[in-house]
């Protein structure tokens, strides 16, 4: 039998499907197939929570350190792309400043001053679009303040990182990256040996610079870019638009403001911002019903795996009291286990309360409804709330 007539499930999976509304379907792959084969991916998809981890805490037989990783093919092997010792190497000397007390004490401030200018700004309108006027630039500031390159403001680091998405996008499509990203990688590459070499700068390059090569430092620079940007834009508009969609939650927040944290744990469980991350077998392995060969691709379902009713109850619901919500992986597990999660998270507890005290009656455009969408990075396109105006 051939390997598509012994996942059917897999077989009549489609992108699109997965891309517009894939919950259930991933429910449905979960209970028959938890790995299954889908032709359209060309790969396994793994949706059992148990299997997912797995396979994220077994870098030796699913690694990322693989030709096909788009993202290294433009910005050079970096913590993301390399498995083992060279992943250690890479990694370590970023650790200490995103463990909780240093981002606390390094980031909150910045973090409350950033959120309180941008809400400023929008106060006054009683309505706004939160993806691209609050969450995409707080997004930006961050990652530009946490990167503290020299002499680079917000508007350059976004303008190299669209640039450098569009390049690994069209080597995810099968075509040639141009010239465009690898131009501005090198930008990028340039922004970090100017600040490598700026002793007073107190960027966290200067001290990974002691262990790591400039050209490594600036590859960690960039997957930091790419991981701080997209994924957090979708963290922060993907959890208010749980809350607003639930004014019984919302209002339960609103009573107590120390149930923020669970109200962001479970939006990360039902609609985490990257809905999956990619593996490749280094050996013949048998995992659940799946007999995968050395060189298959393994997608790992972030968002299959959070809705795993053997781990949590009444799956679908988004219950900001859930005592288990911590256990969802929108974070991965294992050895690439987001770097930056305790900055994220501050970033987004930080940003959620700001708007919830300060526009009164926020809710969302009953005109302009919000709908999550993608197939890797999930969120609304676009955000529309309205509030109530100061008199
Ligand atoms: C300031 C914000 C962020 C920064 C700077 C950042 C940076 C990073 C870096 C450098 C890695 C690679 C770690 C490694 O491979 O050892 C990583 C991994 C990851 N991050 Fe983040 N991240 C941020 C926010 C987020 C958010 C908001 C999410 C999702 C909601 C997220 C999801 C992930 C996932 C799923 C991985 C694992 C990738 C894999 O295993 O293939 N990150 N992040």
Redesign the pocket.
């Known amino acids: 039998m051939s390997v598509a007539a012994a996942f059917p499930v897999g077989a009549a999976t489609t992108l699109a499907e997965l891309t517009v509304n894939p919950h259930p379907r991933l429910a449905l792959l979960r209970e028959h197939e938890p790995v299954s084969w889908l032709p359209e991916l060309g790969g396994w998809l793994v949706t059992r929570r148990d299997l997912a981890l797995d396979v ?1 805490r077994d870098a030796r037989t699913f690694t ?1 350190d693989d030709p096909r990783f788009s993202t290294a093919q433009v910005v050079g092997p ?3 792309s390399l498995d083992g010792e060279q ?1 250690t190497r ?2 370590e000397p ?1 650790n200490a400043p995103f463990r909780p007390r240093q981002v606390h004490d390094g980031f909150a401030a910045f973090i409350e001053g950033e959120t309180g200018r941008l809400v400023d700004t929008l106060e006054p309108a009683g309505a706004a679009e939160l993806r691209r006027a609050f969450a995409g630039p707080l ?1 930006v500031a ?2 530009t303040e ?1 990167l503290g390159l020299v002499g680079t403001t917000a508007q350059t680091v976004l303008a190299w990182y669209d640039t450098i998405v569009r390049s690994v996008s069209e080597i995810t499509a099968g075509r040639d990256a141009g010239t465009e990203g690898p131009a501005a990688y090198a930008q990028l590459r340039t922004a970090v040996e100017g600040t490598i070499a700026d002793r007073h700068s107190s960027s966290l390059l200067v001290s990974a610079a002691d262990r790591l090569q400039p050209p490594e430092v600036a590859s ?1 620079a960039a ?6 940007i997209e ?2 834009e ?2 922060i508009t993907n959890a208010l638009l749980q809350l607003l969609r639930h004014p019984d939650q919302l209002a339960l927040v609103q009573a107590d403001f120390d149930l923020l944290d669970g109200a962001i744990e479970e939006s ?1 469980r039902l609609e ?3 809905l999956v ?3 490749y077998a280094t050996r013949d392995i048998e995992l659940g019903p799946a007999a995968i060969r050395e060189g298959d691709p393994v997608t790992v379902s ?1 968002a299959g795996a959070n809705r795993d009713p053997a781990v949590f109850a009444d799956p679908d619901r988004f219950d900001v009291r859930r005592p288990n919500a911590r256990l969802q992986l ?3 597990h ?8 305790h ?2 998270r501050l ?2 507890r930080i940003a959620l309360r700001q708007l919830l005290q300060r526009l009164p009656g926020l809710r969302l455009d009953p005109e302009r409804p919000a709908t999550p969408e993608g197939l890797v990075f999930r969120k609304p396109p676009t955000l529309h709330v309205r509030w109530d105006r100061p008199a």
């Not at 294992?334 to 999660?341: D, M, N, Y």
């Open positions: 994220m990322v970096s913590m993301l992943h890479h990694r970023f997004a961050v990652v946490a960690n997957v930091m870019m790419f991981g701080g994924t957090t979708a963290m990360l985490p911002g990257a991350v990619d593996r972030l929108a974070f991965a294992g050895p690439h286990h987001c770097i930056a999660a900055l994220a970033e987004t």
